[in-house]
């Protein structure tokens, strides 16, 4: 079974940054994308961040020019910097890995994120 480990989760002030970090292991087939999603209290969850397999990354209108999303050279581990952190960036931060032939998708836990005013 696939395993999506998140971590680098926590408190801090608007202002500040954070990097979350998801690794994937048990991976015997190709990724086709990895990204994050995230849920806060009373809103649906919504896509955060994403990047393909050919290297091109797609986010959130809310987070563009603040969030960049990364990988490292095997591409079973996922990077999200947080700079200029906002309060309403607090939630639960998931981690999603969407696999090819045949295309599936897998979560993490959620990792949680809180910005204070």
């Known amino acids: 079974q696939v395993q999506l480990v998140e971590s680098g989760g926590g408190l801090v002030q608007a202002g500040g940054s954070l990097r979350l970090s998801c690794a994937a292991s048990?991976?015997?087939?190709?990724?086709?994308?990895m990204g994050w999603y995230r849920q806060a209290p009373g809103k649906q969850r919504e896509l955060v961040a994403a990047?393909?397999?050919?290297?091109?990354?797609k986010y959130a209108d809310s987070v563009k020019g603040r969030f960049t999303i990364s990988r490292d050279n095997a591409k079973s581990t996922v990077y999200l910097q947080m700079d200029s952190l906002k309060p309403e960036d607090t939630a639960v931060y998931y981690c999603?890995?969407?696999?090819?032939?045949?295309?599936?998708?897998?979560w993490g836990q959620g990792t949680q994120v809180t910005v204070s005013s």
């Open positions: 999603n890995l969407v696999s090819s032939l045949p295309s599936r998708n897998y």
């Open positions: 048990r991976i015997t087939f190709s990724i086709s994308a």
């Open positions: 990047i393909f397999s050919g290297g091109s990354t």
